[in-house]
């Protein structure tokens, strides 16, 4: 481009953009494009790339984010689902070391990603937690820097016994180091949506997944208002032995899930399956 010529996140240029194109954000994509170039800088210095290292991003856009992790050295493979903004990305990607996947991240074999990879990503609000959970559940990531709604980023971040509190962050914790590092506004983004982002990092533990830990933890939370003991029964925990883990654990028969932590579930797993259940 040339230097009159203003950046892609620029609010001229991506109105410019979707008016050539013949586009506008899609609600059903969640859709809502960054337009503050500080911000965007704050994002690609958080995530430390390294030349030649490999990135994968979800939802690119309109390019925006991808151009800047290319033209920070990055080796990045950018999926959209949206194929209408597959000929933008051509435009505004041309020369870069870009791979654009169409196809939808939630069927994305994340377990076949080159181990030590970063993920860094703009998440469309409407996948953010499914996805996140499929891609920790791969560990196939180093680092996770990944924008979300400031209500996600509260579930990453919760402690137990809050209403954020639940799987989410559970999830998120045994996979890696929760940190939040800052609020983004409406006005960051264009269109505006009706609520603050959060950039978050994850920095990851290298841990392989637990089905069985998780399994107990989804039973936990089943019914929030329910006691933890009800809701393992539920869940087909035999009544008698779920209380003599609750017992061993030292923990009132009438505790709810929500007031556990991490290790305390990790406990429990061990005392009601045994140390390889």
């Given at each position: ?31 809502n494009?960054?337009v503050?170039?500080?911000?965007l800088?704050?994002i ?7 030349p ?17 992790l ?40 994340w377990?076949e990603?080159p ?6 990503a ?19 990531f ?8 400031k ?5 990453l ?15 998120a ?12 506004p ?13 950039l ?57 899930g929500?007031?556990?932590?991490l ?15």
């Amino acid at each position: 481009m040339e230097p009159s010529t203003p950046p892609l996140y620029a609010p001229r240029t991506v109105r410019a953009l979707l008016e050539r194109y013949g586009l506008r954000a899609d609600k059903r994509f969640g859709q809502n494009f960054l337009v503050d170039g500080n911000l965007l800088g704050v994002i690609v210095r958080t995530a430390q790339v390294r030349p030649g290292e490999r990135v994968y991003e979800v939802g690119p856009g309109l390019g925006t984010l991808t151009r800047a992790l290319a033209e920070a050295g990055a080796k990045v493979t950018a999926i959209e689902k949206d194929q209408r903004l597959l000929p933008v990305l051509e435009e505004t990607l041309a020369g870069l070391n870009v791979t654009v996947v169409p196809g939808d991240a939630l069927a994305y074999p994340w377990d076949e990603v080159p181990p030590d990879s970063l993920f860094v990503a703009n998440l469309p609000y409407n996948i953010s937690t499914p996805l996140l959970t499929a891609v920790l559940r791969a560990n196939r990531f180093r680092r996770l820097v990944v924008l979300v709604q400031k209500e996600v980023a509260d579930r990453l971040a919760a402690r137990p016994a809050t209403e954020a509190y639940g799987l989410l962050t559970l999830r998120a914790q045994y996979h890696a180091r929760v940190e939040r590092v800052r609020d983004f506004p409406p006005q960051a983004f264009y269109p505006q949506p009706n609520v603050t982002s959060t950039l978050v990092r994850l920095e990851s533990k290298g841990v392989p997944d637990d089905p069985a830990l998780f399994r107990l933890v989804e039973a936990a939370f089943a019914q929030r208002r329910k006691t933890l003991r009800k809701n393992l029964e539920a869940a087909g925990y035999a009544r008698e032995r779920v209380l003599a883990a609750l017992s061993a654990l030292g923990l009132d028969p009438r505790v709810r899930g929500e007031a556990l932590d991490l290790e305390a579930f990790q406990r429990l797993k061990a005392a009601l399956l045994g140390p390889t259940g």
